[in-house]
């Protein structure tokens, strides 16, 4: 109808799920409001103070096929502070590099120049990739990762070298109880995609800078309003919309954005989402850990992401975008690395980087961060909620919706910009 007022929308929690969608109804002319319970957006991908330095409360990895993630990042004007980089597996005696050739003949010839697999080795990974499109990467069951590869025959050092480490590193979760089924939509959409898709993206700035700290300008800037401290402790339903309590305030619509923790607390005011809050409340949780590191001068990097082992070893990112000499050491999932004191885990690492790239310069400065709910366990079969849910007008965003992703950043985006786009097609319908 023409001159029909459009929904205000709230959104509930500032992370790269809420900021994509408060970015995509906000271009669509709908009424923003964000609140987000934190000082600062980012949610868990944002920056900190280290002494007067800018960093990530860790490393978050971004491929080529990260379309959604792209789009929202042209859209801000960020998209040239990510470096593109062919994909290139880097650890003690091993080395993949994916040529820039058409797909796929670029896995074929990456897997074929591969250092320290032997031929035996090579074909397994062929056989195996050429197994998986045959079916249309989909699986009639969903069972870990590791038996998996056990059932297509793929050798330990195959294992070791490439297929745990992209399991670790995109599932954040053990490849013994990992989901066999997205890793298999990860390898689809990276390795099998098109060539540009398995490229890595590396951000040359803070996380801030490369969306938090954007969006919240573009909002402003676009009539939305983004509110900082401002926690939601409860939803309740009025006539035509929602009260938000905490902020007193009112919305036609509602995506929650939160971290799926806080939302059986934001449904218990909502009748109908009993049984909704109740799977949530069934989520387990794994960590990240990253360790700052800055020395008297740059590091020298044969690549910005350098395995310091095989299997689940940590991995080393050079990071001197941020300031000079400055590099972080990520280790996913959990480990025993999470039960050793900060100065044994950096004495530690500082060891396995040491193995790989010679004597290292004085040490200035070290930081330990720790997300200890930094992603859901992607597990076999996990149940994972719908983007709509059962009380009209509400919905969830977060990297835990439903679909193809585990936690990752582009999951997040994705999930963001479905509710929006959800939102926009049932104003346009109505």
């Excluded at 409360?57 to 959604?68: P, R, T």
């Excluded at 400055?326 to 530690?348: F, N, Q, T």
Aim: glycine share 10%; with cysteine.
């Amino acid at each position: 109808m023409a001159g029909r007022l459009k929904p205000a929308v709230a959104i509930v929690g500032g992370g790269w799920a809420g900021l994509a969608a408060a970015v995509t109804l906000a271009d669509a002319g709908h009424p923003i409001a964000l609140h987000e319970a934190a000082r600062q957006l980012g949610g868990r991908a944002r920056s900190l103070d280290w002494n007067g330095i800018r960093i990530d409360n860790g490393q978050h990895l971004m491929a080529g096929a990260y379309e959604q993630t792209l789009a929202l990042m042209r859209r801000l004007g960020t998209l040239p502070l990510i470096e593109r980089r062919q994909l290139e597996f880097l650890s003690p005696g091993f080395r993949l590099k994916l040529p820039r050739l058409p797909a796929p003949l670029h896995l074929a010839a990456g897997l074929i120049a591969a250092r320290g697999l032997t031929l035996a080795d090579k074909l397994a990974a062929v056989h195996f990739m050429h197994a998986l499109k045959r079916q249309g990467f989909l699986l009639p069951n969903d069972i870990p990762a590791g038996q998996l590869l056990e059932l297509h025959a793929q050798p330990d050092r195959l294992i070791e070298c490439l297929w745990q480490p992209i399991c670790v590193a995109a599932l954040n979760t053990p490849l013994a109880t990992a989901s066999a089924q997205v890793f298999c939509n990860v390898l689809r959409d990276s390795l099998a995609g098109p060539r540009a898709a398995s490229d890595m993206l590396f951000n040359r700035s803070d996380l801030g800078r490369l969306v938090p700290d954007a969006a919240q300008a573009w909002l402003r800037s676009h009539g939305g309003t983004v509110h900082l401290s401002s926690k939601v402790a409860g939803l309740g339903q009025e006539a035509g919309g929602f009260r938000l309590h905490g902020p007193d305030t009112q919305a036609d619509r509602v995506i929650l954005a939160s971290h799926p923790s806080r939302l059986p607390d934001l449904l218990a005011g909502l009748p109908g989402t009993e049984a909704l809050a109740g799977k949530l409340r069934g989520y387990a949780w794994q960590p990240i850990l990253t360790l700052w590191l800055r020395f008297a001068t740059p590091l020298r990097f044969p690549y910005p992401m350098l395995a310091l082992g095989r299997g689940d070893a940590p991995w080393a990112f050079e990071r001197n975008d941020l300031a000079p000499g400055l590099a972080a050491i990520v280790a996913s999932a959990e480990g025993p690395h999470l039960h050793l004191a900060p100065e044994a885990l950096k004495d530690r690492y500082l060891g396995l980087l040491g193995d790989r790239l010679g004597p290292l310069p004085p040490l200035l400065d070290w930081q330990v961060i720790a997300e200890k709910r930094a992603t859901f366990a992607c597990t076999p079969g996990l149940w994972r909620p719908d983007n709509r849910t059962p009380v009209p007008g509400l919905y969830l965003a977060g990297d835990h919706t439903a679909g193809d992703y585990p936690a990752t950043l582009e999951g997040a985006v994705r999930s963001g910009v479905k509710c929006a786009q959800l939102i926009i097609a049932e104003e346009q319908g109505a």
